[in-house]
């Protein structure tokens, strides 16, 4: 078994989806509408990993959740945030700030052994969280 996406109600489709493919590398793959609900959907692919980020928009939707920070999200019992491996932390932090992230969290040391971590939130304010792995560390 293995995670096949994760989806992200968003108000604004089209920013989101154009944000989401440059900060992370994703691709549209599909887009659809559920008319009987007037739900558009947008699904976005990496090609490399496989893994896929879905972005849902319904007219009428109201913000959600929007937690400041990780410690305030852990206050919630939902999903909190999204989270994606990177290679440079520090690099990839940054260039997601150019694109228009705010910074929450910055690169440091995970509580996990060998991971560091740092968090920003997309155009829409929602939590992201970037970890580079080293295990060697």
Do not use: K
């Not at 947008?42 to 410690?71: D, I, K, T, Y």
Request: glycine share 6%.
């Amino acid at each position: 078994m293995r995670l096949d996406h994760v989806g992200v109600q968003v108000a604004d489709l089209a920013r989101a989806a154009d944000w989401y493919c440059a900060a992370f590398e994703l691709e549209r793959e599909l887009e659809l509408r559920v008319d009987p609900i007037d739900l558009d959907i947008v699904m976005l692919r990496n090609a490399q990993f496989g893994h896929r980020v879905e972005l849902l928009h319904r007219p009428g939707s109201v913000p959600g959740l929007r937690a400041a920070s990780p410690a305030v999200a852990a206050l919630s019992e939902c999903y909190t945030h999204i989270a994606f491996d990177v290679a440079d932390l520090d690099a990839t932090h940054a260039r997601l700030i150019t694109l228009g992230a705010c910074e929450v969290m910055v690169p440091q040391q995970s509580p996990e052994r060998g991971v560091r971590m740092s968090y920003v939130t997309d155009l829409e304010g929602n939590l992201v969280e970037l970890v580079e792995r080293n295990p060697a560390h």
